[in-house]
């Protein structure tokens, strides 16, 4: 039988058990490092430290976490804070990358074409747009929990998916469905 | 109509262009991060379980004055008839290898989850 994250949680509260923490680092790092390098755009270096950077924040903060929100919500709001407080610390956010995006595109899940096209419109987004688009449409989050995530008001979060998408459906117009 | 698809489309590329992204390594290098987990906390709480176990025990023996119903019911215990006895030991015994057996059982599938 497979332990819900929440009774891998309060094994990290009850025991310090970092065995339990290890667990849920490995059922989520594929989405939050995914969403890094998103943010990043495609930065993988720089994703990955700040998606063991988030890890690390995580299990020393695990006592707030409430368990209000599902635990994959919560670590994306403590990805979101490490890439802001990076950016910050940067001063500009880090430039695509033409090559590396050639080599991150995968031909067994799309057409590379369309795939380099749309990281390449991800990419021009504003980070609001970017952030919220990739929250919701991207990870399946609902507006509540994405506003929760980057500490916005919900009405800005929908109109920052709304002007997202619709940004990217201009830009992939020769992509769209017939 | 036209307007859901081009949303359900772009939502699908999305999701596509973002894989499952193969660990590699990743979680090694988290947990190898991780500050030191503190054992101090484990014999903590023995010690604060232990601690209130023997308080409820010293409290149990003030208040049933000096324990001495247990005393009585002893006594009374050993002038029952002997095949009463004997059931009550048997029972007992079940109860207990039952609670143990359960124990281990629920151990068993906690250590192979």
């Known amino acids: 039988m497979e332990l819900t994250d929440a009774n891998l949680i309060a094994r990290v509260l009850v025991d310090d058990d970092q065995h339990a923490f290890g667990e849920l680092v490995r059922r989520h790092q594929s989405a939050v490092r995914g969403l890094l390098r998103q943010l990043t755009r495609t930065d993988l270096a720089l994703a990955d430290d700040l998606a063991q950077d988030t890890f690390v924040r995580a299990y020393k903060h695990i006592r707030s976490f409430r368990g209000e929100a599902r635990f994959s919500t919560w670590l994306y709001r403590i990805a979101y804070n490490c890439f802001r407080e990076d950016a910050r610390r940067r001063k500009e956010l880090v430039g695509i990358d033409e090559e590396q995006l050639q080599a991150e595109a995968d031909p067994q899940t799309a057409d590379p074409g369309l795939r380099h096209d749309l990281m390449h419109a991800l990419s021009v987004l504003p980070l609001r747009e970017r952030s919220a688009v990739l929250l919701c449409c991207q990870n399946g989050l609902s507006h509540d929990e994405a506003a929760r995530v980057l500490d916005i008001p919900l009405g800005t979060v929908k109109t920052n998916v709304l002007r997202g998408r619709v940004k990217l459906q201009k830009m992939l117009a020769a992509w769209g469905p017939n | 109509m036209d307007e859901k698809n081009r949303e359900d489309w772009l939502d699908r590329q999305l999701r596509e262009a973002a894989p499952y992204i193969d660990d590699d390594g990743f979680t090694a290098g988290v947990l190898q991060k991780l500050p030191v987990a503190r054992p101090r906390r484990q014999s903590l709480r023995a010690m604060i379980l232990i601690g209130t176990t023997l308080l409820a025990c010293a409290l149990a023996y003030v208040l049933s004055d000096g324990g001495r119903f247990l ?24 109860l207990v290898m039952a609670g143990g057996l359960v124990a281990a059982i629920s151990k068993t599938r906690e250590v192979q989850s």
């Open chain 2, 71 to 94: 005393a009585v019911e002893i006594l009374r215990l050993t002038a029952l008839p002997t095949l009463w006895l004997l059931v009550l030991a048997v029972g007992s015994g079940i």
